[in-house]
């Protein structure tokens, strides 16, 4: 079965400065799709960005980035230039053939 | 256009009552998912409802129903209500089933609180 896990339960960064929030999955499938979901307060899970397992570049949206590293099961994003409207829990989530399966989620805090 | 839309947004119940629980997807998309969120268990999947039929079920005991309506509207039921079943429930649709290379993402509502008391 498909596992995700995320060993950081809490995260703090201060504006503008970068953060790193990790998760690792196990599988044994070999085509799938991996996510960084954002859930704000207002609890609406938000898509941040999307990697395909069979493409080796990494994903980047505006100020999100990934660094996926198939081979070790990784898949960790990276917040650059963080903003105060980043706080949020953040979720990795695995795609494969049959559901999407969460890790347990990162609370990430921003400082002014 | 509009995204998924999830009724009622809060919900108070008492233990042994029922409750269904509404979610209408993104005009187009077929497959509607289920995820019940705790504090203790994190987001556990439910079920995945695509053209009507039940795709995929979680690991959840038979209280816990659901269907998909012509339209892909879907709502799910809850049967004798547990102290337990107090969450926020998450409807999440897709252009596509789960495991489809249309599968691309999953668009979610915005939960319906439920609270069992």
């Known amino acids: 079965a498909q596992t995700v896990t995320q060993s950081q339960p809490e995260m703090s960064v201060q504006e503008a400065e970068t953060v790193t929030l990790s998760c690792t999955y196990d599988t044994s499938e070999s085509d799938y799709y991996l996510f960084w979901y954002k859930q704000p307060p207002s609890r609406q899970m938000i898509l941040v960005i999307r990697?395909?397992?069979?493409?080796?570049q990494n994903a980047t949206e505006n100020r999100f980035s990934v660094n996926f590293q198939k081979a070790a099961k990784s898949f960790s994003l990276k917040i650059s230039d963080s903003q105060l409207g980043d706080a949020a829990m953040y979720f990795c989530?695995?795609?494969?053939?049959?559901?999407?399966?969460f890790g347990t989620g990162t609370r990430l805090q921003v400082f002014p | 256009k509009a995204g998924v839309t999830q009724t009622p947004r809060y919900l108070i119940k008492t233990r042994g009552q029922q409750v269904t629980l509404s979610c209408s997807p993104i005009s187009g998309h077929r497959s509607v998912s289920w995820y019940q969120q705790t504090p203790g268990q994190g987001l556990q999947f439910l079920f995945e409802?695509?053209?009507?039929?039940?795709?995929n079920k979680g690991n959840f005991p038979g209280r816990f129903s659901g269907r998909q309506f012509s339209n892909s509207r879907s709502e799910m039921n809850v049967s004798t209500l547990e102290l337990g079943d107090s969450a926020l429930y998450l409807c999440?649709?897709?252009?596509?089933?789960?495991?489809?290379?249309?599968?691309?993402?999953?668009?979610f509502g915005q939960g319906t609180r439920l609270t069992v008391v």
């Open positions: 409802y695509f053209s009507e039929t039940q795709r």
């Open positions: 990697q395909e397992a069979y493409k080796q």
């Open positions: 999440a649709s897709s252009l596509a089933p789960t495991g489809s290379v249309m599968n691309t993402e999953a668009f």
């Open positions: 989530a695995y795609n494969g053939a049959d559901k999407l399966i």
